[in-house]
């Protein structure tokens, strides 16, 4: 399979532990993308990286929260002290380069329950 | 800013009629892109279509059509002759200069197909 993989596919935790979640990307996709999406509503973009760049960052993305992608490959996505709040689906998604707008791929999403 | 409104939160059809899920955006670009995507029940994100602001001609493809209107800041998409399958959360995407390479989406609207 050559599509986005993210692990765990679930993660039960409890409030203020740390948790981090990984996305490997189409391998030739030089964007990578992380997305927040709660229970009614849409992916909310949390940060995207082009290349090993961290490019852009939400406000959503408090300093809890931190994502690296080194190496330009896979990424990740810790969140600190983990808050009930923080409960959601966790969605990575990839895309080539070139085009500003190119269409995304993306993961089947880590869902993280805070307890 | 930038924003895409779903109006509708929930549709139910029986399977062969036709049905129409709206999409209004907003946004000060002049260049931007509009996405739909499905999300269906197994929860990972299915591209669908990407259409940028220079090109209205609407699109068919097989039983989807895209309507894309500036004039009213709209693009809707409609499912012709609906099958079970298409039973899924169908979201309308907006991306333009004045967001970077963040897309928004809209809030979704769940779409249930009976039998």
């Known amino acids: 399979d050559t599509g986005v993989s993210q692990n765990p596919r679930h993660k039960i935790t409890k409030r203020g532990q740390n948790v981090t979640f990984r996305c490997d990307p189409i391998s030739e996709h030089n964007r990578l993308y992380w997305y927040r999406q709660t229970l009614g509503q849409g992916p909310e973009f949390l940060t995207y990286f082009q290349n090993e760049a961290q490019l852009e960052k939400s406000r959503l993305l408090s300093d809890r929260f931190s994502a690296e992608r080194p190496k330009g490959s896979f990424s990740t996505l810790e969140i600190q002290r983990t808050e009930q709040g923080d409960s959601a689906m966790y969605l990575c998604a990839s895309s080539l380069g070139g085009s500003s707008y190119n269409e995304q791929f993306f993961g089947p999403g880590t869902r993280l329950t805070v307890l | 800013a930038q924003k895409v409104t779903q109006a509708q939160t929930e549709i139910s059809v029986v399977e062969k009629e036709d049905v129409t899920l709206d999409c209004v955006y907003e946004?000060?670009?002049?260049?931007?892109?509009l996405f739909w995507y499905k999300q269906p029940p197994s929860g990972e994100l299915v591209f669908l279509i990407r259409r940028n602001s220079f090109d209205e001609q609407n699109e068919i493809s097989g039983r989807y059509s895209w309507n894309f209107q500036k004039s009213t800041s709209s693009f809707n998409f409609t499912i012709t002759a609906s099958q079970v399958v298409d039973s899924a959360v169908y979201f309308c995407?907006?991306?333009?200069?004045?967001?970077?390479?963040?897309?928004?989406f809209g809030a979704g609207t769940r779409l249930f197909v009976k039998a």
């Open positions: 995407a907006l991306s333009g200069f004045t967001g970077g390479f963040k897309t928004i």
């Open positions: 946004t000060r670009d002049t260049t931007y892109y």
